[in-house]
């Protein structure tokens, strides 16, 4: 065994100082006890599961809407390849080939003139051949219904249109109702009752004339 040597035994003290001074710089130099942190880590135990599940709900929203879009977007796909095809089947139908389009020049004749009575064109294709007959040219300009003049058998000698319907509704006038007091009602009843009275009076007068 190897015998400590005098520097070591000297240094010894010094290397244990310096040791402590090292462990108190590392200690905590105070201790703050909060009670508003502690009630808050206590009581939040609810809070902090609701907030933990409108964050799971959240990331569901976004991921269902992610979802959609890339669903939305793989129809668009779809229908746009379905598209295609049923193009490509057209053409084949109509004897052309799938992947080319004609021009208009190879297939149309066109009607060079439209001054005849009867016409025949024909268009040609590859595969089949139509024959369109013009029989007779439609002139618009001579067709205006806002220039015909009414002549005498349209109905020249018709009279006018009248509404009687509309002439009894401008003939008749608004009844004004007369609101009596109970004392000019009671006058006006008494008038009337006198005047029945003179007429059945004149009446037996005249029969009493007549017999005699």
């Given at each position: 065994m190897a015998t400590p040597n005098n520097i070591a035994l000297l240094t010894q003290s010094h290397r244990a100082i310096a040791a402590k001074r090292r462990r108190k710089q590392d200690q905590v130099k105070e201790?703050?006890?909060?009670?508003?942190?502690?009630?808050?880590f206590l009581t939040g135990f609810h809070k902090r599961k609701v907030a933990r599940t409108e964050a799971a709900k959240k990331k569901?929203?976004?991921?269902?809407?992610?979802?959609?879009?890339?669903?939305?977007?793989?129809q668009r796909r779809?229908?746009?390849?379905?598209?295609?095809?049923?193009?490509a089947l057209i053409e084949e139908a109509y004897g052309g080939a799938p992947g080319?389009?004609?021009?208009?020049?190879?297939?149309?004749?066109?009607i060079h003139t439209s001054d005849g009575q009867h016409q025949e064109?024909?268009?040609?294709?590859e595969e089949q051949l139509a024959t369109v007959t013009v029989v007779e040219d439609f002139d618009l300009d001579s067709f205006k219904l806002h220039d015909k003049k009414p002549t005498?058998?349209?109905?020249?000698?018709?009279?006018?249109?009248?509404n009687p319907i509309a002439k009894?509704?401008?003939?008749?006038?608004?009844?004004?109702?007369?609101?009596?007091?109970?004392?000019?009602?009671?006058?006006?009843?008494l008038k009337q009752r006198v005047t029945w009275a003179e007429r059945v009076?004149?009446?037996?007068?005249?029969?009493?004339?007549?017999?005699r």
């Open positions: 201790i703050v006890f909060d009670d508003e942190a502690r009630r808050e569901a929203l976004e991921r269902q809407k992610q979802e959609r879009l890339e669903a939305r977007n793989e779809a229908l746009r390849e379905r598209a295609k095809e049923n193009a080319t389009v004609k021009s208009d020049e190879d297939e149309w004749a066109g064109d024909e268009y040609e294709g005498h058998d349209d109905g020249k000698g018709l009279p006018p249109f009248s009894k509704r401008g003939k008749t006038e608004e009844k004004k109702v007369r609101y009596q007091t109970h004392s000019a009602r009671k006058q006006e009843r009076e004149a009446g037996k007068r005249r029969k009493g004339n007549k017999k």
